[in-house]
């Protein structure tokens, strides 16, 4: 499973740096996010949309769809989260039968990371304790270490108190 997590990981770290365009929350790479959605594209907060476009693109590959029982693109399709709000990512997860882990328990790479101000990233590397600070990706934030809508600008390589999540979900047990 580490070499299917490692490349869900490419695919997100890949995106660091993407930029937003000069309004706030828009630009063509962050349509293409937001598209990955229920929602749709519009000058809203997409730190969901882009962990829906990495989960989106992620299961393009079939080894993915196989550990997951996931007989065809079509039904990965469906069975991925599509909701554009970090909190909504905990209810689908529980809605699949997966591991959703509160802010106690360590973090592995590859979880999707809730935090407790409506914001949603992708951890990168294991958590040696659960007090350690958390390696991430996320959309919707800057280089400064705020995350918010206005002073989001882009996807960036962040690391975070541990104190800020909310929940860890894990795809593979």
């Known amino acids: 499973m580490k070499e299917l997590i490692d490349q869900m990981l490419e695919i997100a770290r890949t995106e660091v740096g993407t930029r937003e365009a000069a309004v706030n929350n828009t630009g063509a790479r962050i349509v293409e996010y937001q598209g ?31 550990a997951l029982h996931l007989d065809s693109f079509s039904l990965a399709d469906k069975w991925r989260c599509r909701d554009a709000s970090a ?14 882990l509160d802010e106690t328990q360590k973090a592995r790479a ?31 934030t800057n280089g400064k270490g705020e995350r918010d809508s206005v002073t989001g600008d882009g996807v960036w390589v962040k690391e975070r108190v541990p104190s800020l999540a909310k929940s860890y979900i894990r795809i593979f047990s």
């Open 36 to 66: 990955a959605t229920w929602l749709a594209p519009g000058a809203w907060p997409w730190c969901a949309a882009f962990t829906a476009w990495v989960m989106r693109e992620w299961l393009e590959n079939e080894a993915v769809r196989e």
């Open 110 to 140: 590859g979880d999707f990371v809730v935090f407790d101000f409506s914001h949603i990233g992708i951890v990168t590397d294991d958590q040696p304790a659960a007090s350690s600070k958390l390696a991430t990706v996320e959309g919707n």
């Open 87 to 100: 909190f909504g990512w905990e209810k689908w997860a529980r809605q699949r039968k997966l591991q959703v």
